[in-house]
């Protein structure tokens, strides 16, 4: 499968805490997104990074990207209840389409 | 500017039965992608639409086909249904470059 793998599978948190999760993928990739979703509804798009990049920051949120270990991690600063929600990365395929393979996502409950 | 949008939101058919999902993208984007979601496989990737041609397709069966109209909305079609087609569809619109995807709350389909 060329699915990737993100750890931990879940975690959880208290208001405040931060938040780690990451993410592992398999091919050579030209971008690499991270994505919410809460409880089985659609996917927010929370931030992109491309290969060239190692670090992106977005509000409480910082990804890193390391391309020789294939791996991601987002990290969520001060989390609040309402970051509750399951997170997924993705990749393209490295190539010219805009197939997204999506990782097998981390739920994160952050309890009040 | 209005999102993503899906119909029908839920739905249920019989084993044997065919359905049509409906997305209208973003104004703009000429890009529609669909994605099944379900416990057991994740997310993976059914077809990409970009300017009314198919430009990358999944691994799925036959019975999973697609289309996108001149004005950008895209509907997918599955035939002959089986049980394990029971899973959120996904449809997300985007410029077709490589950048983040917007997507739609997703059309809860189930078989029985």
């Known amino acids: 499968s060329q699915q990737g793998e993100e750890d931990p599978q879940a975690l959880s948190i208290q208001e405040g805490e931060n938040a780690t999760m990451n993410c592992s993928y398999k091919t050579s990739i030209n971008n690499l997104q991270w994505y919410r979703q809460n409880s089985g509804r659609g996917l927010v798009h929370l931030i992109l990074i491309r290969s060239n990049e190692r670090e992106k920051h977005s509000g409480r949120l910082r990804v890193t990207l390391d391309t020789s270990k294939k791996s991601s991690s987002l990290l969520i600063t001060a989390s609040r209840a309402a970051d509750t929600a399951s997170y997924f990365c993705a990749t393209d395929d490295g190539g010219a389409t805009n197939k997204l393979i999506f990782g097998t996502g981390t739920l994160l409950a952050v309890q009040p | 500017k209005a999102g993503v949008t899906q119909t029908p939101r839920y739905l249920i058919k019989t084993r044997g039965q065919q359905v049509t999902l409906s997305c209208s993208p973003i104004s703009g984007h000429r890009s529609v992608s669909w994605y099944q979601q379900t416990p057991g496989q994740g997310l993976q990737f059914l077809f990409e639409?970009?300017?009314?041609?198919?430009?990358n397709k999944g691994n799925f069966p036959g019975r999973f086909s697609g289309r996108q109209f001149s004005n950008s909305r895209s509907e997918m079609n599955v035939s002959t249904l089986e049980l394990g087609d029971s899973a959120l569809y996904l449809c997300?619109?985007?410029?077709?470059?490589?950048?983040?995807?917007?997507f739609g709350s997703g059309t809860r389909l189930t078989v029985v």
């Open positions: 639409y970009f300017s009314e041609t198919q430009r």
């Open positions: 997300a619109s985007g410029y077709g470059q490589g950048e983040g995807y917007t």
